[in-house]
């Protein structure tokens, strides 16, 4: 019996009428992804949460800072694991999609074909058995590529300190431009300051005593020259 008679016949064994349906595997691999977009959206905010804290304690707690940016990076591996694992479950989800419409494609070909073999007695189903065959090996790479990038990336906890120390800097030097921008200088003041307007005083008050010492000295001249002009 050719392979296409025992699929359209459904032969097989009972592993493979246990098998779930196109229909079921394609439910649960939508709620696989709609599960690990919450677990992302989770990630995203706890990294921002951990981002906040290093800020916080930047400047006076380098210890939690740094704690915080370690549980960053490992947040940030979190979801990097997991956009991966949702890109293979996005590629095996396309997968089936397409193989079940290969499936209703087959089935509707192999109604054809029983048609045609009414018309035309002497068939050749070796092509078509070629055909399933070039089918069936593209569907094993498919799992094959699948299966590879479903495979799980050895997680290591092995942080560059200096590279974290780095960034602890950088948030330092950001909260410290914040306060720089926010701190305002005093006005200058209009008015002369107290010492200025005492140095104005006395240079005014010595100022008229020359004046008042000049005229002094004028009028004892003008004295003597009176007190001569009397004496001859």
Do not use: C
């Amino acid at each position: 019996m050719s392979k296409l008679g025992k699929f359209f016949k459904g032969g097989g064994s009972s592993r493979t009428r246990a098998a779930p349906s196109p229909q079921e595997a394609l439910a649960r691999l939508r709620e696989t992804e709609e599960m690990l977009g919450k677990k992302q959206e989770y990630l995203e905010n706890r990294i921002q949460r951990e981002l906040s804290l290093a800020k916080k304690h930047g400047t006076q707690n380098k210890r939690a800072a740094l704690q915080a940016l370690k549980r960053k990076k490992r947040l940030e591996k979190q979801l990097t694991q997991i956009d991966g694992t949702l890109s293979t479950i996005e590629f095996q989800r396309e997968a089936l999609e397409n193989s079940h419409t290969n499936t209703e494609v087959l089935r509707n070909m192999g109604f054809a074909a029983k048609a045609m073999k009414a018309v035309h007695e002497n068939m050749d189903l070796n092509k078509i058995d070629d055909l399933m065959q070039d089918i069936t090996e593209q569907q094993d790479i498919a799992q094959e590529i699948s299966e590879a990038f479903s495979q799980r990336v050895g997680f290591n906890d092995g942080f560059d300190e200096d590279e974290l120390m780095a960034e602890l800097e950088e948030l330092e030097q950001e909260e410290l431009n914040k306060k720089m921008t926010n701190i305002r200088l005093p006005n200058v003041p209009s008015s002369s300051l107290p010492a200025q307007r005492e140095r104005a005083s006395a240079s005014s008050f010595a100022h008229r005593s020359r004046a008042a010492s000049s005229r002094r000295v004028e009028d004892e001249d003008d004295g003597i020259k009176q007190l001569a002009a009397w004496a001859t």
